[in-house]
């Protein structure tokens, strides 16, 4: 580039504090300041204002002329280059630039939403998307990205991460830079983890110890779920604090972990209905902690101390009776439900049923139960088994993986995390003599996109824009941050993901970004590659490389009352509202009880004739016609004593003259 075109550049790069494009001092009106748009499901900057960028007017083409007369060299270039867009070859881009950043262009790619797929340029400034469409104006010093032949979609969304979470006397070893990372590498740009209390501890101080060991290290956008780990009033007060000043909408109740972090019913009742007056989603870990702690002191009792214990310890049922009491629990009271990590195929199966039946329930499968299976538990080395154990556990059944694809496929799941919350070998090792004490957990915020995309899209299950939903769109709109995230729109905040479709790699522990030594996915061959990432606007992964910035990422809040949640909740219950009989008062005798519950006189005496519904005969005597029942359970001869002996004595017109007493 010669001096006086990078001159012309960095005299357009200058930028207005409200508006980059304006340019002071060739006479154009000053744009109208950035304004806030409202949607259906929450605010999108610059959702109504004019997308069109600056384009010189005859006036500043002028005054650039003007100045020719100077400097005819000099400003011959700055016009050509303020009415042209410049292409920058993808070797002389100065990657760090001001005007690399702040103004990209992806152009020629296929543009992929969760509702529709078309062929279409993306132009990018300042974080946000400005225009989507063909033969976009755009102004000079802007970056082009060639994506011909690529899919461009939004950025994924993983719903379930523990990042450096203290965890079974040790702290996952995948903090908040490499983990995050690790993710953009993947594809994923935002995470949303998991601040979880003790037992005891006040949920806000768990929340600002998470944002504290967060905001100096993520590399994406991150949200937080609380944990409520135990229950009191003062629980309650801080759910409030959380949802109207800290921006947390979805709380997490463990149906496991007995003795650290279970709820038992009465708890998780509660919990539910504070989250639906505050508006917010609630979530559950449905395993049985009860059934579980009995299982494995009898397996240890066995002599089974192995990884293959954990799986033993807590089969499929235990997770399907633990969900469907969850939903239970929370469609009585009204509640909205999110199950995480739906590991088994009769787990999926009874959030499918209540979805059909009508529930506000929503089912989150995870890489780690779409992409293997726990057949790995039973390997012969320790360190193997051991890297697979997580809770609930991969299942036995290599079914699964297929089946729990299907479901996320047809609609009858809907979002997938990772619980990605890794150990080391070494950590895995405090339960070399003792299942129990293995820290559970596996990685998969790298690897979930392309698992994903190979386990789905590849083999035919879902298209391009199920896939978009299943790992981004539906995730966004759950948790009420859509469109902001997870839509290719403008004024969407510019995270997206150029794929390449038909590219291969081979996951491995060697070559993936994560700190932790082992990987589940080992070895598996997949297709589709986030060939270039970006993030806030800024390419932060190209062709492989990896140039994220620690602390780059912001904390996103999640407004509660989500249309998408709540709208159905608040419309069924005026419809389904009980309703009072209206009758005649009861104006018949009332029993009178003494102290103890039991009426004064003992037994309820019954009149003889309330038996009788027919009269006597003519001589006087019982009419064999009528009966003897009455609903109390009394007969009419109750008070005659009962008879010791009965004698029968035959007709005397009978055939045989035996008599015969029967005692």
Same mark, same amino acid.
């Given at each position: 580039?010669?001096?006086?075109?990078?001159?012309?550049?960095?005299?357009?790069?200058?930028?207005?504090?409200?508006?980059?494009?304006?340019?002071?001092?060739?006479?154009?009106?000053?744009?109208?300041?950035?304004?806030?748009?409202?949607?259906?499901?929450?605010?999108?900057?610059?959702? /109504?204002?004019?997308?069109?960028?600056?384009?010189?007017?005859?006036?500043?083409?002028?005054?650039?002329?003007?100045?020719?007369?100077?400097?005819?060299?000099?400003?011959?270039?700055?016009?050509?280059? #303020?009415?042209?867009? &410049?292409?920058?070859?993808?070797?002389?881009?100065?990657?760090?630039?001001?005007?690399?950043?702040?103004?990209?262009?992806?152009?020629?790619?296929?543009?992929?939403?969760?509702?529709?797929?078309?062929?279409?340029?993306?132009?990018?400034?300042?974080?946000?998307?400005?225009?989507? $469409?063909?033969?976009?104006?755009?102004?000079?010093?802007?970056?082009?990205?060639? +994506?011909?032949?690529?899919?461009?979609?939004?950025?994924?969304?993983?719903?379930?991460?523990?990042?450096?979470?203290?965890?079974?006397?040790?702290?996952?070893?995948?903090?908040?830079?490499?983990?995050?990372?690790?993710?953009? +590498?993947?594809?994923?740009?935002?995470?949303?983890?998991?601040?979880?209390?003790?037992?005891?501890?006040?949920?806000?101080?768990? /929340?600002?110890?998470?944002?504290?060991?967060?905001?100096?290290?993520?590399?994406?956008?991150?949200?937080?779920?609380?944990?409520?780990?135990?229950?009191?009033?003062?629980?309650?007060?801080?759910?409030?604090?959380?949802? @109207? *000043?800290?921006?947390?909408?979805?709380?997490?109740?463990?149906?496991?972990?007995?003795?650290?972090?279970?709820?038992?019913?009465?708890?998780?009742?509660?919990?539910?209905?504070?989250?639906? *007056?505050?508006?917010?989603?609630? !979530?559950?870990?449905?395993?049985?902690?009860?059934?579980?702690? *009995?299982?494995?002191?009898?397996?240890?009792?066995?002599?089974?101390?192995?990884?293959?214990?954990?799986?033993?310890?807590?089969?499929?049922?235990?997770?399907?009776?633990?969900?469907?009491?969850? =939903?239970?629990?929370?469609?009585?009271?009204?509640?909205?439900?999110?199950?995480?990590?739906?590991?088994?195929?009769?787990?999926?199966?009874?959030? #499918?049923?209540?979805?059909?039946?009508?529930?506000?329930?929503?089912? *989150?499968?995870?890489?780690?139960?779409?992409?293997?299976?726990?057949?790995?538990?039973?390997?012969?080395?320790?360190?193997?088994?051991?890297?697979?154990?997580?809770?609930?556990?991969?299942?036995?059944?290599? #079914?699964?993986?297929?089946?729990?694809?299907?479901?996320?496929? @047809?609609?009858?799941?809907?979002?997938?995390?990772?619980?990605?919350?890794?150990?080391?070998?070494? !950590?895995?090792?405090?339960?070399?003599?003792?299942?129990?004490?293995?820290?559970?957990?596996?990685?998969?915020?790298?690897?979930?996109?392309?698992?994903?995309?190979?386990? $789905?899209?590849?083999?035919?299950?879902?298209?391009?824009?199920?896939?978009? +939903?299943?790992?981004?769109?539906?995730?966004?709109?759950?948790?009420?941050?859509?469109?902001?995230?997870?839509?290719?729109?403008?004024?969407?905040?510019?995270?997206?993901?150029?794929?390449?479709?038909?590219?291969?790699?081979?996951?491995?522990?060697?070559?993936?970004?994560?700190?932790?030594?082992?990987?589940?996915?080992? $070895?598996?061959?997949?297709?589709?590659?986030?060939?270039?990432?970006?993030?806030?606007?800024?390419?932060?992964?190209?062709?492989?490389?990896?140039?994220?910035?620690?602390?780059?990422?912001?904390?996103?809040?999640?407004?509660?009352? @989500?249309?998408?949640?709540?709208?159905?909740?608040?419309?069924?219950?005026?419809?389904?509202?009980? =309703?009072?009989?209206?009758?005649?008062?009861?104006?018949?005798?009332? +029993? !009178?009880?003494?102290? !103890? $519950?039991?009426? &004064?006189?003992?037994?309820?005496?019954?009149?003889?004739?309330? /038996?009788?519904?027919?009269?006597?005969?003519?001589?006087?005597?019982?009419?064999?016609?009528?009966?003897?029942?009455?609903?109390?359970?009394?007969?009419?001869?109750?008070?005659?004593?009962?008879?010791?002996?009965?004698?029968?004595?035959?007709?005397?017109?009978?055939?045989? #003259?035996?008599?015969?007493?029967?005692?």
């Amino acid at each position: 580039m010669s001096a006086g075109l990078r001159r012309a550049s960095r005299h357009q790069e200058e930028k207005d504090d409200e508006v980059p494009q304006w340019i002071p001092g060739l006479g154009q009106d000053k744009p109208k300041p950035r304004t806030l748009g409202t949607s259906f499901f929450g605010y999108v900057p610059d959702a /109504f204002v004019e997308k069109t960028p600056y384009l010189p007017s005859e006036q500043s083409a002028d005054a650039l002329k003007k100045e020719a007369a100077v400097e005819p060299v000099k400003a011959a270039e700055q016009v050509a280059d #303020s009415l042209e867009q &410049e292409i920058v070859p993808r070797d002389s881009i100065e990657r760090n630039g001001q005007s690399a950043q702040n103004r990209l262009l992806i152009k020629g790619g296929r543009v992929v939403n969760d509702d529709m797929m078309q062929d279409a340029d993306v132009y990018i400034e300042d974080g946000i998307i400005k225009q989507v $469409g063909t033969n976009l104006h755009t102004p000079g010093g802007t970056r082009v990205i060639e +994506a011909k032949g690529h899919l461009v979609m939004p950025g994924g969304i993983d719903t379930h991460t523990h990042m450096q979470m203290p965890f079974m006397g040790t702290q996952a070893i995948d903090d908040f830079y490499t983990g995050t990372r690790a993710a953009l +590498a993947g594809g994923t740009t935002m995470i949303m983890d998991f601040a979880l209390p003790q037992r005891g501890e006040s949920l806000i101080e768990a /929340f600002h110890r998470w944002r504290t060991w967060a905001d100096p290290k993520v590399c994406c956008d991150y949200a937080i779920h609380v944990g409520v780990t135990w229950w009191s009033d003062k629980v309650a007060q801080e759910m409030e604090e959380l949802t @109207n *000043e800290q921006g947390v909408n979805s709380f997490k109740m463990f149906m496991a972990y007995k003795d650290t972090w279970q709820l038992n019913d009465e708890e998780l009742l509660e919990s539910f209905k504070r989250c639906k *007056e505050l508006g917010a989603l609630a !979530q559950v870990h449905a395993e049985n902690g009860d059934v579980i702690k *009995e299982n494995s002191k009898k397996l240890l009792e066995l002599g089974i101390t192995g990884p293959e214990g954990h799986e033993m310890s807590r089969p499929e049922e235990v997770e399907a009776e633990a969900t469907n009491r969850a =939903c239970v629990l929370a469609n009585q009271v009204n509640c909205p439900l999110y199950v995480v990590h739906v590991m088994s195929k009769s787990a999926a199966d009874v959030v #499918s049923s209540k979805r059909k039946q009508g529930h506000v329930v929503f089912g *989150e499968p995870i890489a780690a139960s779409l992409g293997t299976d726990g057949t790995h538990h039973y390997h012969k080395c320790w360190r193997h088994a051991a890297g697979h154990v997580m809770g609930p556990p991969l299942r036995p059944d290599s #079914s699964t993986p297929k089946y729990l694809m299907d479901l996320l496929a @047809n609609g009858d799941l809907q979002t997938t995390g990772t619980d990605n919350c890794t150990f080391s070998a070494a !950590q895995k090792a405090l339960g070399k003599d003792d299942f129990t004490k293995i820290p559970n957990g596996v990685n998969g915020v790298e690897d979930r996109m392309s698992v994903i995309w190979e386990k $789905g899209v590849v083999s035919g299950k879902m298209d391009p824009c199920r896939f978009v +939903a299943v790992t981004s769109t539906n995730a966004a709109k759950i948790f009420n941050i859509y469109p902001k995230k997870g839509r290719i729109a403008v004024g969407s905040d510019a995270d997206i993901v150029v794929w390449n479709p038909h590219a291969t790699r081979v996951i491995s522990a060697k070559t993936h970004h994560q700190a932790v030594d082992f990987n589940i996915f080992e $070895g598996m061959e997949v297709h589709g590659i986030a060939e270039f990432v970006v993030c806030h606007g800024r390419v932060v992964v190209e062709e492989g490389e990896v140039r994220a910035i620690s602390g780059m990422g912001k904390y996103v809040p999640t407004p509660v009352f @989500n249309p998408h949640v709540y709208g159905r909740l608040e419309e069924r219950e005026r419809a389904n509202a009980p =309703c009072k009989v209206e009758r005649a008062p009861y104006e018949g005798p009332v +029993a !009178q009880l003494n102290g !103890q $519950g039991m009426q &004064e006189g003992g037994i309820i005496p019954v009149q003889q004739e309330t /038996f009788y519904t027919r009269g006597p005969t003519r001589s006087g005597g019982v009419n064999l016609h009528d009966s003897s029942f009455h609903v109390s359970g009394r007969q009419r001869d109750d008070d005659l004593l009962p008879r010791t002996s009965i004698k029968l004595v035959t007709s005397p017109n009978s055939s045989s #003259s035996l008599l015969g007493t029967f005692w």
